[in-house]
C-alpha cells in the first residue's frame, strides 16, 4: 500500500460544554476523493478546521506524507499545501478573476513595484485552462455565479500549490448543471494527484465522486469503507446508529378551506402572473431550476422585496404586505434559504433566536417570561434534535446544520397560519430531515399551510400535495400528488411543455 498523502490520528478537540471531535481519523491517498458524512454537528467541519489550521487540536497527530506536523495557523496550513474551500468564499468581490487568483502574490515586472498584468492574465488564463474552467479571467468576480466564484476559490488553492483540497458541503448551492461541471474539475484534479475531502449531505454524491467515504458519529470515527462497498441505506445506518424507516412520512390530511391567494404577482424582469392558492391541510411545492424566480415570488408574498402588480389574499381578504414585519403580523412566515444572513442573529443565543419572531406571547406584566422562554426552547431542542449543550449557547457557535434548526424553531415558535419554507433541508442530515417532514405534518394538522421551494424533486415529490413548477419567472404547471413525476417536472422546469399525463 502506498503511503498516504495525509493521516489524521485520534483528533480531540473540546469547546466549552461540547466535545466536537472524539478521536476522529481520517486518511487520504493522493488522487483520492474521500468523503466525509455524518450528522448535523458530527464533528465534520470542526476536524477539517483542525486540519485548515482554523482551529487547534487539543491532541492527536496529524501527517503529510508519513511526517508528523503541527499546524500552526491557516497560512501554515497554506504552505503545507492544504487548502479548505468554504461556503462563503474569501474574494475580492470587485477584482477580477486573476487579480482574485494571484492576490498578495501579482507578479511584478523586473524588480519594480509594478503589477505585470500581461503576465498576471496570462499565467491565470493557463492556469484556467488546464483545469479546464472557461472564465474571461478580466472580468470581476462579483459578475461571476456562485459556482464560477467555487471554482476560481479551487484555482487559487491549485495556484497555491495545494495538494489536499477540502470542499465543505460546496454542491448545497449548485445547480444539476454546476455540480456536474464542479465533479468534471474535481476528476481533473485526480489525475494531477490532488487529494480532497468531500463533505456533503446529499449522500447520491458520493456514489457519484466519492472513492472512499468515512463516517463519523458524535465527534467519533465510525469507520472508513470504499464508496462501492456500501449502499445508501448502510451509510445512514452508520450515521444516525439505526435504520431509517421511512424518508418520506407523508400524511394525507383533508382539505380545507383556502387560506391564502395570490393573484397575477409580478416583479417585472424577475417573475409574470403568478397566480395560485394554499388551502388548509396542504403542502404546495414551488419548483424549478434555480434563478427560476421561486425566492423572489416567496420574497414578494413576504413583504421584503415589493411588486409591481398583483394582489394577496389571506382568508378572503384582501392584504397589503409592504415588509416583512406586515407579513409576521398577518400570520405569514418566511424561511429563508439564506439562513446565515437572513434567519439567525449569529450573537443571539439559542433561546433568543427561537422566540423572535414571537416574544409578545411570552410577556407578562411588561416582563418577558423568562421562565416560559427557556421551556419553549427546550422544547424545540427536543423535537428538532438541536445539537447544543444548552439553551444560552451562542448561534455562531452551532454547526451549519444546527443553525438551519434554529431558525426553523423559529417559525414553528412563530405561530404562523402561512408558512413559507425556502429549501428547508438543504443542509440538514438524512435522520433529521425525516424529523422535519414530521414536524410538517404537525403543522398541517395544526391547519396551518405549507409552501415549499426546493430543488430536490424527491423531497418535492414525497411530501407535496400539489407541485407548481416555475420556468423563467413564470408558472409553467401545476401537477398533483397523483400526477406528479420526476421526468413530468423536469419537462415542466426547463420549458419542454406539459407533461403527457400517465394513468
Ligand atoms: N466555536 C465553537 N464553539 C463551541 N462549540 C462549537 C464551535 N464550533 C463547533 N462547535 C460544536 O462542535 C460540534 C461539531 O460541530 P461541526 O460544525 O464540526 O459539525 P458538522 O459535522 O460540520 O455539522 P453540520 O453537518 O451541521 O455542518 C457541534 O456540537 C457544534 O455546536
Ligand atoms: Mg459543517
Redesign the pocket.
Known amino acids: 500500500m502506498s503511503t498516504y498523502l495525509l493521516e489524521m490520528r485520534d483528533i480531540v478537540?473540546r469547546?466549552?460544554?461540547?466535545?466536537?471531535?472524539n478521536k476522529a481519523q481520517l486518511t487520504l491517498y493522493p488522487g483520492e476523493v474521500h468523503c466525509?458524512v455524518?450528522?448535523?454537528?458530527?464533528?465534520?467541519?470542526?476536524?477539517?478546521?483542525i486540519l485548515s489550521g482554523a482551529?487547534s487540536l487539543d491532541s492527536g497527530q496529524i501527517f503529510i506524507d508519513g511526517n508528523p506536523v503541527q499546524i500552526q495557523s491557516p497560512h501554515h496550513a497554506q504552505l503545507l499545501g492544504i487548502s479548505m474551500i468554504y461556503q462563503e468564499f474569501n474574494l475580492s468581490p470587485y477584482m477580477s478573476v486573476a487579480e482574485n487568483i494571484y492576490l498578495g502574490r501579482e507578479p511584478r515586472i523586473g524588480k519594480t513595484p509594478f503589477i505585470d498584468w500581461r503576465r498576471m492574465y496570462a499565467e491565470s488564463r493557463v492556469l484556467l485552462q488546464k483545469m479546464r474552467i472557461d472564465i474571461d479571467v478580466r472580468r470581476p468576480i462579483n459578475t461571476c455565479s456562485v459556482a464560477q466564484q467555487q471554482m476560481v476559490e479551487i484555482a487559487k488553492a491549485i495556484s497555491r500549490n495545494a495538494r489536499i483540497i477540502v470542499m465543505?458541503?460546496p454542491s448545497a448551492t449548485l445547480t444539476d448543471h454546476e455540480l456536474e461541471a464542479l465533479f468534471e474539475l474535481i476528476r481533473e484534479l485526480k489525475t494531477q494527484g490532488i487529494g480532497m475531502i468531500y463533505?456533503s449531505?446529499r449522500l447520491e454524491e458520493i456514489f457519484q465522486i466519492g472513492d472512499r467515504v468515512t463516517v463519523?458519529r458524535d465527534?467519533q470515527y465510525v469507520d472508513t469503507n470504499p464508496v462501492h462497498a456500501l449502499d445508501k441505506e448502510q451509510i445512514i445506518r452508520r450515521m444516525v446508529g439505526r435504520d431509517l424507516t421511512e424518508e418520506f412520512p407523508k400524511e394525507i390530511f383533508p382539505i380545507g378551506r383556502e387560506r391564502l391567494r395570490v393573484e397575477n404577482l409580478t416583479r417585472h424582469g424577475v417573475f409574470e402572473n403568478i397566480s395560485f392558492s394554499l388551502r388548509e391541510g396542504e403542502i404546495v411545492g414551488l419548483t424549478g431550476l434555480v434563478g427560476a424566480g421561486r425566492t423572489e415570488v416567496a420574497r414578494a408574498i413576504f413583504g421584503a422585496d415589493p411588486i409591481d402588480a398583483g394582489r394577496i389574499f389571506l382568508d378572503g381578504a384582501e392584504i397589503h404586505v409592504r415588509t416583512p414585519q406586515d407579513a409576521i403580523r398577518q400570520g405569514i412566515g418566511l424561511l429563508t434559504e439564506d439562513r446565515k444572513n437572513q434567519g439567525l442573529i449569529l450573537a443571539m443565543t439559542v433561546r433568543e433566536n427561537t422566540t423572535l419572531a414571537n416574544l409578545k406571547t411570552l410577556v407578562r406584566f411588561l416582563f418577558i417570561d423568562r421562565h416560559r422562554e427557556r421551556e419553549v426552547t427546550e422544547k424545540y431542542i427536543r423535537e428538532l434534535q438541536i445539537?447544543?449543550?444548552s439553551t444560552e449557547?451562542?448561534a455562531?457557535?452551532?454547526?451549519?446544520?444546527?443553525?438551519?434548526k434554529v431558525v426553523l424553531a423559529k417559525w414553528l415558535f412563530s405561530q404562523s397560519k402561512i408558512l413559507i419554507f425556502d429549501e428547508p433541508t438543504r443542509?440538514?442530515?438524512v435522520g433529521a430531515k425525516v424529523e422535519i417532514y414530521k414536524l410538517m405534518n404537525e403543522l398541517l394538522r395544526k391547519g396551518v399551510c405549507i409552501l415549499m421551494i426546493s430543488s430536490e424533486l424527491p423531497e418535492v415529490l414525497g411530501m407535496c400535495d400539489r407541485i407548481l413548477v416555475m420556468h423563467e419567472g413564470r408558472l409553467a404547471g401545476e401537477l398533483t400528488r397523483a400526477e406528479a413525476t420526476q421526468e413530468g417536472i423536469m419537462r415542466l422546469a426547463t420549458g419542454a411543455g406539459v407533461p403527457t399525463k400517465t394513468t
Open positions: 478537540k469547546f466549552p460544554g461540547v466535545l466536537a471531535v466525509l455524518g450528522e448535523n454537528g458530527a464533528g465534520k467541519s470542526t476536524l477539517m478546521k482551529e465543505d458541503e463533505i449531505h463519523m465527534g445539537k447544543t449543550p449557547q451562542i455562531q457557535n452551532l454547526s451549519g446544520g444546527t443553525q438551519q443542509g440538514i442530515d
